[in-house]
Each structure stands twice: as structure tokens, then as C-alpha cells.
């Protein structure tokens, strides 16, 4: 075997396990990753992220954000569920608004020109946005810090790159060996 063949050799046994090192790791969370990733990528068409309504009384006045904000609190109030709002999605040419709440994942969507609730889901995309991006773990933990959020995002992310590197050095180094065995004989 001559020189240049033996050191590609070489160098493709490292990338191998350099892949290997990194991927048996990460495969729990490109699994994750990829199917949070692919559910958000659906979440419309499964109807997992709640349809927006629309109100029937286009022709009055839109009611205050500080009724409707009144109107979100009452009503997370006699759940007994938190009642901090995280935001509210205020889209007047609809006439109605979306409130999301900070320590529950319920949006009410309240009528912008009567005040009054005219829907109430769970926003499942939100969960599973929180699983894919790591914030779940915060979220979980009550932690008001991002920490382990970006801790997750740039471990995997930087996985991620490193197995696209060595993957692509696993792909072209076999190339260059077939190259050379070719031009000896």
C-alpha cells in the first residue's frame, strides 16, 4: 500500500471515530430535534397550533387592551390557574385578541369589539416548541435565566456541525484512495 494511500487511510479511521465519538451521543437529541422540528414544521395542517377566530361585530367600537387584559385575568382567575399574561396578539383587523399566559400554556382568544371569550385551547405548538429549542427545561425549573436553553442550543448545534464535518471527510476520503488506486494501475 503506498504512502499516500496508508495516510488517507489513516485519516478516514479518525474520522470515523471522531463521527462515531460525537454521534452516539447526539442521537437522542437529533432525534428530538428532528421530530419537534418536523411536528412545528406541521403544527397547521395538525391542527396543533389553535385556529384563529374572528369576530361578528365588525361595526361596533374595539374594546380597550386594558378590558381585554381585565377579561384574560378573570377568567385564568377562577380556573385557579397563574393569570400572568406572557402576551397578548392583538389583531384588530379581526377584531379579536390572542392571550398567552406566562406558567400555563392556555391562549384565549377574547372578541376585540364585544370583551368576551370566544375561544379556549392549549397550545400544544408551544410545548413542543419549548422541547425543541430546550427551553423546557427552564420552563420546568422556573428558571427566568435562558442558561440551559442556550447551553442545549449550542451543544447541539455545534454536534450537529461537527458530524456534517466529519461525515463529509468519511464521504471524500474513500474518493480520494479509489483516485489514487486507479492512476497506479
Do not use: C
Amino acid at each position: 500500500m503506498s504512502k499516500n494511500i496508508r495516510k488517507l487511510a489513516k485519516q478516514t479511521r479518525f474520522y470515523r471515530r471522531f463521527h462515531k465519538f460525537i454521534a452516539v451521543p447526539m442521537l437522542f437529541f437529533m432525534l428530538l430535534l428532528g421530530s419537534t422540528g418536523l411536528l412545528l414544521t406541521w403544527k397547521s395542517e395538525l391542527k396543533l397550533q389553535p385556529a384563529s377566530q374572528k369576530s361578528a361585530f365588525t361595526n361596533q367600537s374595539l374594546v380597550s387592551l386594558s378590558v381585554i387584559e381585565q377579561n384574560a385575568i378573570r377568567y385564568a382567575d377562577s380556573l385557579q390557574l397563574s393569570s400572568t399574561i406572557n402576551r397578548i396578539d392583538y389583531r384588530p383587523a379581526k377584531g379579536i385578541a390572542k392571550i398567552r399566559f406566562e406558567n400555563h400554556f392556555t391562549e384565549l382568544q377574547i372578541d376585540g369589539y364585544t370583551g368576551k371569550i370566544i375561544s379556549v385551547k392549549q397550545r400544544t405548538d408551544s410545548v413542543i416548541e419549548m422541547i425543541h429549542d430546550g427551553s423546557i427545561i427552564d420552563y420546568l425549573f422556573k428558571s427566568k435565566s435562558e442558561n440551559i436553553k442556550l447551553i442545549y442550543s449550542t451543544l447541539t448545534s455545534l454536534g450537529l456541525i461537527l458530524l456534517a464535518f466529519s461525515g463529509f471527510w468519511l464521504w471524500l476520503k474513500p474518493k480520494k484512495m479509489k483516485k489514487i488506486k486507479i492512476k497506479k494501475h
